[in-house]
């Protein structure tokens, strides 16, 4: 008990101290810039966070999909928020060894990686390649029509 | 083998000690006395070779770790600064660099050579283990090295390898949360690899001594795999091991020099020369060489977790080594079947590490699959076939009577494996060939290439009047100091010329008493100063391309040479792709776009571009700058020019690390052939 309560500081303290917890706080984004078709890049605890204003044809593409078929399921209105079904936020690191997509590349209007050659559509889904997740959507809400609050 | 020494020291001081704690009697029955057999070859000599890498990589890291800065914002610059500034720092690095290299290759010939020979087998499977230990660390060591000069590779290589971790079900996200130490790779994951790079190639030395330990229980293994029966089978330690060793290291010496004074970038890579860009993952990220059979293992498995874990396997497989292969006989050498399997195995190996390093798509995926397959059917399926099938041809009875009988036949399976292997280098080489839309940019005559290269110093002043008027106006060149102008091996101008020089820019100091920044004129210690202060200015200035520093770019930029360029290039010492390119981008602009080609608005076309579609728009143009010295003011001779200055920029001591490798060279020559004839002589009587 005591040796494992010993080992406990010596391993605890590994993890991200105070000082990056609290630069990790949450966020806010304008998105008055972002023109549709256009994406920004945002930075949110050392991690791209991708905000792309998607058109009609992307968003189309990504409900017309066979969720079902998809090797990680998810729907594209459970990715994004009702009413915003324009605004696509995801965390740009690819899900297999967490390179970063690039926006606007690959067979599916969304992302492509580089480093393994991972494709995800116009919802940041996977849809071909080694990666065996979807994008991951940060914690986010919208605190006005035009900003979101990242965090 | 090694039981209590009868060695008394003669010195009354030295029985002193002995008496009290026998280390005199402990080394002298290890490395004096210990009956080494006879028959041992040249493969033999890596232990020894091994054991110099770990003594030289601990000697230049403590060192290299008395001048480098394990922070995020600096650790890249820090680096530089021990190329540039310290006294030997460049020959420190690049020993330390070039021997973590060295050290795997050394390591992989070792390992081989105990596969080969059935070095694992009883009773020296915990001598063999211990091996695959010190495998592990120095793998841990390695990687985590690589990471600390901070620049695309180390960085994004970081983010790759800790990410394998989060393939784990459950556990895994938070324990890359653990090993970063925040939410991404950055300052406290450069700060704990720093540590733990400085800790554990003392545990390596460690478990070293461990597996000396229990070589000199069990004894060395031998070409002929029969343990020495009487004392004709073996010789004493020293002189006759030592004097091999000692020759065999002196040769490895010469590889090893070869790459620090002529070579020393050759196996790295030219994006780790880019400062780490958390926002930007390189195009192609490649691990060092001697982890591309595993990465290879690694892609070809399509699922994450599956690949993960079989690269791995790739390596604990090792450790189960001695129960997979239950084979009586030791030695390969008298194992027909197992023999052409050995070599099918090596290629396997070689041609993994070649499919590393390629992009994973096409047909090396599948090549990668065929052999991920045959690499783990070789330990799983192979080997515990072949002990049970294989009639082994009969061992000697002793290792005198193998000494006796010497003679050799390549084995055919060495000729049918290297022509598949060429087959399918051909393929791929075809492919990679029908991948490339990019011009290659043409090899040019420059005067600093080869051993004994020299940079022209007209051309580095014209170089710097080129910069200083044209590329200036965008570029910065940060790591240049105005007094690096009147160093040896520089553009050759006094101190006075770059007193003069420095005292035409502007440079910001301060605060001042008042507590304000104040300009005065530059003095030889500064730096030339950058067009931009920072890279967001220069971004939004350029269009969105912030115009890169170009105090390294020659050494930044590469392109693909191929196989079997890359071979080749070993012996003619070709290092100047990152000219090659900077000079041919410099002329490659066309103004019109071929037919086939779209570029987006804002870019111009250039031929020697990756993708073509550049921001800088054509920086050259004939007559543009005037030259005192009568050469000609064209876009061509401009480029030239402008390119060996920025070689000379990325690396001033150049002209020294040359001069001191032909020094080296014919030492080391002299010293192996003195080292050869002295091996002879002792040896005469036990051959």
Known sequence: MGGVATLWPFISQMNPDASTIAAGAPIEVDLTPVAEGQDIKVFWRGKPIYVSHRTKKQIEEARAVNVASLPDPQSDEARVKAGHEQWLVVIGICTHLGCIPIAHEGNYD?????????????????????????????????????????? | MSGPSDYQPSNPALKWIERRLPIFGLMHSSFVAYPTPRNLNYWWTFGAILSFMLGIQILTGVILAMHYTPYADLAFKSVELIVRDVNYGWLLRNMHAVGASMFFFAVYVHMFRGLYYGSYKEPREVL????????????????????????????????????????????????????????????PTLNRFFSLHYLLPFLIA?????????????????????????????????????????????CFLLLYSWFIFYMPNYLGDADNYIPANPGVTPPHIVPEWYYLPFYAILRSIPNKLAGVIAMFSAIIVLAFLPWLDSAKTRSTKYRPLAKQFFWIFVVVCILLGYLGAQPPEGIYVIAGRVLTVCYFAYFLIVLPLLSRIETPRPVPNSISESVLANGRKVAASVVVAL???????????????????????????????????????????RGLKVYKEVCANCHGLS????????????????????????????????????????????????????????????????????????????????YERGFPWFIFDFFTQYQEQGPDYVAAMLQGFEDKVPEGVTIPEGSYFNKYFPGHAIKMPKPLSDGQVTYDDGSPTTVAQYAKDVTTFLMWAAEPHMEARKQLGFQVFVFLIIFAGLMYFTKKKVWADAH
């Not at chain 1, 992302?111 to 940060?138: E, K, T």
């Not at chain 2, 990679?432 to 005067?447: C, I, M």
Request: with cysteine; aromatic share 12%.
């Open chain 1, 110 to 151: 969304g992302f492509f990686c580089p480093c393994h050659g991972s494709q995800y559509d116009s919802s940041g889904r996977i849809r071909q390649g080694p990666a065996p997740a979807n994008l991951p959507v940060p914690p986010y809400q919208f605190v006005s029509d035009t900003k979101i609050q990242i965090g």
């Open chain 2, 128 to 187: 063999w283990i211990l091996g695959v230990i010190i495998y592990l660390l120095m793998m841990a060591t390695g990687f985590m090295g690589y990471v600390l000069p901070w620049g695309q590779m180390s960085f994004w290589g970081a983010t790759v390898i800790t990410n394998l971790f989060s393939a784990f079900p459950y556990v895994g996200e938070s324990i890359v949360t653990l090993l970063w130490g925040g939410y991404s790779v950055g300052n």
């Open chain 2, 206 to 250: 460690g478990v070293v001594v461990l597996h000396v330990w229990a070589l000199h229980v069990a004894g060395q293994n031998n070409p002929d795999g029969v343990e020495p029966k009487t004392e004709k089978d073996t010789v004493p330690f020293t002189p006759h091991a030592t004097i091999k060793d000692l020759f065999g290291v002196s």
């Open chain 2, 419 to 461: 022509v598949a292997a060429g087959a399918l280098f051909a393929g791929t080489l075809q492919d990679a060939r029908a991948a490339e839309g990019t011009d290659k940019p043409p090899a040019q005559k420059w005067s600093f290439s080869g051993p004994f290269g020299k940079f022209d110093r007209g051309a580095l002043q």
């Open chain 2, 479 to 558: 790591y240049i100091a105005f007094r690096n102008l009147a160093e040896a091996g520089g553009p050759g101008y006094s101190v006075a010329q770059a007193s003069a020089f420095a005292s035409e820019y502007k440079v910001k100091d301060g605060p001042n008493d008042q507590g304000e920044m104040f300009e005065r004129p530059g003095r030889p210690a500064d730096y030339f100063p950058s067009p931009f202060p920072n890279e967001q200015a220069a971004r939004a200035a350029n269009g969105g391309a912030a115009p890169p520093d170009l105090s390294l770019i020659t050494k930044a930029r590469s």
